[in-house]
């Protein structure tokens, strides 16, 4: 998804911009572009492709100021050109602006401006933006104020946008506005920044504050200030990003995925970290909801898409099994337009890393609107759906940079794990004692996670023999069947072959047929009281030639025999197994797609956080 960068300060400003848009580079683009101010004039340089081409472009060109705008594209209106990248400008070079987002009256926008006779040299709605702006701020009441027009401007937009936005008269200045999609403000001394995301300036500064819908910062030297769209001041708390840059390098590694798999035993320490009290009870204290309302809830739902959605799935079996309350998990792109049955008794658990993923944070403004109990899981701190839920529970992941999720995934199980204790805990449905064993039991799992990491050359191997193979099965049963969706996930979306995961039960009512000799079928059969159930599931594949790669829990000698590979994992109970076969997963599908010599990092076609519906 689009990035966005904004600066003024002392320092040059073409610098911090494009450093800024190579921290942004893992969300995901297909051209990039800046603007600068220098000496009174818009610099404008913008290429299609990664930003290498952009440097190209920009080499031997002499650009100072020390005001700077810069965006890397996700096509959506217009193809992946010179022309249609950011920024865009009005008729006379004198507006730039950068966007993410979908304007959605675009159409009627850039009809209105050619009528009025604007040259539009580009397929974007957001060129629209930057001559709107341009009429605004030559006449009628806001003209000659910057922040004036651009408010003006964003009350006539429909539908989502971040915008951000320099003009060649105001050397002091850098306006930003958003609707549906983040943007933060990064406050440093004597200078202060604008991006999606706060990984694009944390090593400038760690002090933020994230925008609410529909507001304005104008952006200065000496400090901020933010507007509603009628221009009202509207207070704000800062964040302070506790985590730094070296979260966000690749410290070695080939690519971010490798390193963040590697960084998941810590992942998940922080995640369960300082959890509970001496007297055993949990500390979820964020969620700042009195006993009476938790006892009260008669339903949950969890709501998330892809990776999020398999995690889903795993925590309601948690909170099935220890709360005995209903559980459903929808994808979120589905939940709002079935129209579920919701009321204030009814608790969504609301799963995203980014916290901006459209499609969820949709199904939380419904889910609010029919007065349901709304808490965010995810990773990123004053993101939307943290913002507009009734409470946040964060993972504490740091940051994924690696469009595949990996670690996020890994500590939103652990977190659905500790929202299921908890709300067990005070609806009485488990006794403390039960409750602390079960938290021991998560808190075993880092050291688990390091032994498992440390056994995964055999895994690789097997990766690299399976790489030529265009279709690959995975199967599972209860917690299994999650993970087994997870693992032909990654696969599919890291190495483009046709993966596809289901419940081991279901094979014979139909995909069976899909089993040829030396189909690659990777059974997720750890000790679990559903396995000899599993075992028949095997022998029945097996029967059909598929080739079994099974992942089984140490010592248990039940599947080997059905087994052309075996892949061991320490033993844990069953319900927390989805922690650990997580890895192997993930180590499969990278080492698959590395074989094929593909980019684990950034997969074809996605990005990062996906901020259209
Ligand atoms: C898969 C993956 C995606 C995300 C999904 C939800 O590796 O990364 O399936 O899990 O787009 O994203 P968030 O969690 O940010 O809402």
């Known amino acids: ?52 081409n952009l440097d190209a472009a920009l080499a031997g060109r002499q650009v100072n100021g020390t005001l700077g705008i810069g965006h890397t594209r996700w096509a959506t209106h217009g193809p992946p050109t010179d ?101 933060v403000v990064g406050i440093g001394e004597g200078e ?66 490798l390193k963040e798999i590697q960084e998941q035993p810590e992942a998940v320490s922080q995640t369960i970290g300082g959890r509970i009290a001496a007297n055993g009870k949990l500390l979820l204290d964020e969620l700042s909801i009195s006993d009476e309302d938790v006892r ?28 005995r309350l209903p559980v459903e998990v929808e994808m979120a792109s589905e939940f709002r337009y079935r129209d579920p049955v919701l009321d204030k008794d009814t608790l ?7 916290g901006e993923t459209a499609d969820t944070l949709e199904a939380v403004r419904h889910a609010r609107q029919q007065r349901a109990w709304v808490m965010a899981i995810t990773n990123t701190v ?23 999720s990996t670690k996020a995934t890994m500590t939103q199980l652990a977190a659905v794990y500790l929202v299921g204790l908890f709300l067990a805990q005070v609806r009485g449905t488990r006794e403390d004692d039960e409750v602390r064993s079960h938290f021991h039991d998560l808190a075993t799992i880092p050291e688990l996670l390091r032994d498992v990491l440390g056994r995964m050359d055999g895994t690789r191997k097997l990766a690299r023999e399976l790489a030529n193979e265009e279709r690959v099965l995975f199967l599972g049963r209860h917690v299994g069947y999650p993970m087994a969706l997870e693992g032909a996930l990654k696969l599919k979306e890291l190495a483009y072959v ?17 089993i040829e000799k030396g189909t690659p079928v990777v059974v997720l059969a750890t000790r679990h009281a559903l396995q000899p159930k599993l075992v028949t599931n095997i022998q029945e594949i097996r029967a059909r030639g598929a080739r079994t790669i099974v992942i089984a829990t140490d010592g248990d000698d039940t599947v080997a025999p059905y087994a052309d590979h075996l892949i061991r994992l320490p033993d844990t109970k069953s319900l927390l197994s989805p922690l650990l076969m997580l890895v192997p997963l993930q180590v499969l599908a990278a080492e698959f797609a590395m074989a094929r010599g593909l980019d684990i990092d950034q997969p074809r076609n996605l990005a990062k956080s996906v901020t259209v519906e």
Not at 12 to 35: K, N
Not at 296 to 303: A, E, P
Not at 348 to 354: D, G, K
Request: glycine letters at 10%.
């Open 348 to 354: 969504v658990i609301a799963v995203s890393q980014s």
């Open 192 to 257: 202060n920044f604008l991006a999606s995301d706060v990984t694009a300036f944390i090593s400038h500064t760690r002090e933020a504050r994230a925008l609410d819908q529909d507001q304005l910062v104008e952006l200065r030297r000496d400090g901020v200030r933010v507007t509603d769209l009628d221009g009202n001041e509207v207070p704000g708390e800062t964040f302070h990003v506790d985590w730094d840059t070296a979260a966000a390098e690749k410290a070695g590694y080939e690519y971010f995925m």
């Open 1 to 52: 998804m689009c990035g966005i960068v904004g600066y003024v300060g002392a320092a040059p400003a073409l610098d911090v911009v494009l450093e800024g848009l190579r921290r942004l580079e893992y969300r995901g683009y297909d051209s990039a572009g800046v603007a600068v101010l220098d000496d009174a004039q818009l610099q404008v340089e913008r290429r299609a492709g990664k930003l290498a």
């Open 296 to 323: 009260d809830f008669d339903k949950v739902f969890f709501v998330a898409c892809g990776s999020a959605y398999h995690s889903s799935i795993v925590g309601k079996y948690a909170i099935e099994r220890w709360c």
């Open 83 to 183: 022309r249609n990248a950011h920024p865009h400008t009005d008729c006379s070079g004198a507006v730039a602006v950068v966007h993410n987002g979908t304007i959605e009256n675009f159409a009627e926008l850039r009809d209105g401006l050619e009528r009025r006779g604007h040259e539009l040299a580009s397929d974007t709605d957001t060129e629209a933006v930057a001559h709107l702006i341009e009429e605004r701020y030559a006449d009628g009441p806001t003209a000659g104020d910057l922040a004036a027009s651009v408010r003006s401007v964003c009350r006539d937009l429909d539908g989502s946008f971040v915008l951000v936005v320099a003009h060649r008269d105001h050397p002091d200045l850098v306006i930003g506005a958003r609707r549906n999609l983040p943007l």
């Open 382 to 404: 004053g993101s939307s759906i943290a913002r507009e839920s009734n409470a946040a529970f964060y993972t504490r992941g740091g940051p994924e940079i690696a469009v595949a």
């Open 498 to 514: 046709s993966a596809e995961g289901m419940p081991a039960g279901e094979i014979k009512h139909g995909p069976i047929a899909l």
